[in-house]
Nanobody
Framework: QVRLVESGGRLVQAGGSLRLSCAASGRTFNTDAMGWFRQAAGKERDFVAHVAWNLRSTYYADSVKGRFTVSRDNTKNTLYLQMNSLKPDDTAVYYC??????????????????WGAGTQVTVSS
């Protein structure tokens, strides 16, 4: 069974930092592009960051550029999102996803095939 399980979300004050993790299991993800998305209450899901399978390429939403860093450890089948200088606008459920057959860079959202259930990040002002 393919699973992506996010962890690390919690309540944090504005200006603080969090590191989210996404543990993948059930298949080999080492050659997948992977990404983080988020969905705030009442809003559509937006992409946050993409990372290529070999870490040679990353891509960020303008709203998080310079504050968030995406990384992965293929030996552990784990994806990370380091979030610094958090703002109340970063409050959302954060999802990780993998794109096993992405043909474009950055991958289109519809190329992400496997999704986690999400972890809540709440940033208080």
């Amino acid at each position: 069974q393919v699973r992506l399980v996010e962890s690390g979300g919690r309540l944090v004050q504005a200006g603080g930092s969090l590191r989210l993790s996404c543990a993948a299991s059930g298949r080999t993800f080492n050659t997948d592009a992977m990404g983080w998305f988020r969905q705030a209450a009442g809003k559509e899901r937006d992409f946050v960051a993409h990372v290529a399978w070999n870490l040679r390429s990353t891509y960020y939403a303008d709203s998080v550029k310079g504050r968030f860093t995406v990384s992965r450890d293929n030996t552990k089948n784990t994806l990370y999102l380091q979030m610094n200088s958090l703002k109340p606008d970063d409050t959302a459920v954060y999802y990780c996803a993998s794109a096993p057959d992405a043909s474009s860079w950055p991958p289109r959202t519809d190329e992400y095939k496997y999704w986690g259930a999400g972890t809540q990040v709440t940033v208080s002002s």
